[in-house]
T-cell receptor, first 113, second 111 residues
Framework: QKEVEQNSGPLSVPEGAIASLNCTYS??????FFWYRQYSGKSPELIMS??SNGDKEDGRFTAQLNKASQYVSLLIRDSQPSDSATYLC?????????????WGLGTSLAVNP | KAGVTQTPRYLIKTRGQQVTLSCSPI?????VSWYQQTPGQGLQFLFE???????NKGNFPGRFSGRQFSNSRSEMNVSTLELGDSALYLC??????????FGPGTRLTVL
């Protein structure tokens, strides 16, 4: 059973701090990784995708991928109360023709003013 | 560009009934995936359609079915509803195996 694991949290950080969200995955062959944000009562919203080892930056968000260690992380700089949400990590299954996304259960982030 | 739309947004049904949910993907997206989301269970994959063919299927009973039309619009059907089917049902569209974009969801309540 291929898995994606996230710390459920809640992760609590003060406003202006860096929030660090982590995700590990079991399928060593995975090539595509995604971070989604989900506000309470809303649907998931894509934040970042990353396909190569290293860092990818987009505004206040940085995704980091380390395929050798099988983890992907999301850093949120200058955290704002509006960043308070659940962050979902998704990894695309790379086995044969079965390429569905495998989802973590999400990490709840609370940014305190 | 218009986003993913889902109808209806809310549904209340009783046990034993059936329900059909609809999803219109982003223009140009040919892949539509369906998920069930319940508190504590996360996103559970139901199935994915691409060019009118079911490409992937999750571990749900046969009461859950779907289809996709030539214009990429998709429907899912749940027959013989059970209390445990109460959930948020999400549809997501993508270009082939790319990033998925979600609709607002249909919240189904089974009484």
């Amino acid at each position: 059973q291929k898995e994606v694991e996230q710390n459920s949290g809640p992760l609590s950080v003060p406003e202006g701090a860096i929030a660090s969200l982590n995700c590990t995955y079991s399928d060593r062959g995975s090539q595509s990784f995604f971070w989604y944000r989900q506000y309470s009562g809303k649907s998931p919203e894509l934040i970042m995708s990353i396909y190569s080892n290293g860092d990818k930056e987009d505004g206040r968000f940085t995704a980091q991928l380390n395929k050798a260690s099988q983890y992907v992380s999301l850093l949120i700089r200058d955290s704002q109360p509006s960043d308070s949400a659940t962050y979902l990590c998704a990894v695309r299954d790379n086995a044969g023709n079965n390429r569905k996304l495998i989802w973590g259960l999400g990490t709840s982030l609370a940014v305190n003013p | 560009k218009a986003g993913v739309t889902q109808t209806p947004r809310y549904l209340i049904k009783t046990r034993g009934q059936q329900v059909t949910l609809s999803c219109s993907p982003i223009s140009g997206h040919r892949s539509v995936s369906w998920y069930q989301q319940t508190p504590g269970q996360g996103l559970q994959f139901l199935f994915e359609y691409f060019s009118e063919t079911q490409r992937n299927k999750g571990n749900f009973p046969g009461r859950f079915s779907g289809r996709q039309f030539s214009n990429s619009r998709s429907e899912m059907n749940v027959s013989t509803l059970e209390l445990g089917d109460s959930a948020l049902y999400l549809c997501a569209s993508s270009i082939h195996e790319g990033e998925q974009f979600f609709g607002p969801g249909t919240r189904l309540t089974v009484l």
